[in-house]
């Protein structure tokens, strides 16, 4: 923790961070080398996990992929195409 303050990415730590390089509920710079970085994602507060358990979903390994969310999902996403659906609408850059 004390790293993260001395490095300025303190808020990484109380906000979460998708895997682009965005801090969840903030406004955020590009980051060199990380083309999805910079976006606002002031609306998305949460993080969603796309595999936080390292499942395979119909034999298809889902990456450990998180996104900032403007909400989390309200049910269990049991198939491939209901996580497909459920970023697309609610966590896509």
């Known amino acids: 923790m004390g790293y993260s303050v001395v490095a300025g990415a303190a808020g990484r730590l109380l906000f979460g961070y998708d895997s682009f390089g ?4 903030k406004k955020n710079s590009p980051v060199e080398g990380a083309p999805l970085s910079g976006q606002d994602m002031t609306l998305k507060k949460h993080v969603f996990f796309m ?9 298809v ?10 909400h989390c999902p309200e ?19």
């Open 75 to 93: 049910e269990q996403l049991d198939s491939l195409e209901e996580v497909q659906l459920f970023a697309n609408t609610s966590g896509r850059h």
């Open 51 to 59: 595999n936080s358990c390292n499942l395979e979903v119909k034999g």
């Open 22 to 25: 965005n801090v969840c509920g």
């Open 61 to 70: 390994r889902l990456d450990r992929t998180a996104l900032c969310v403007s």
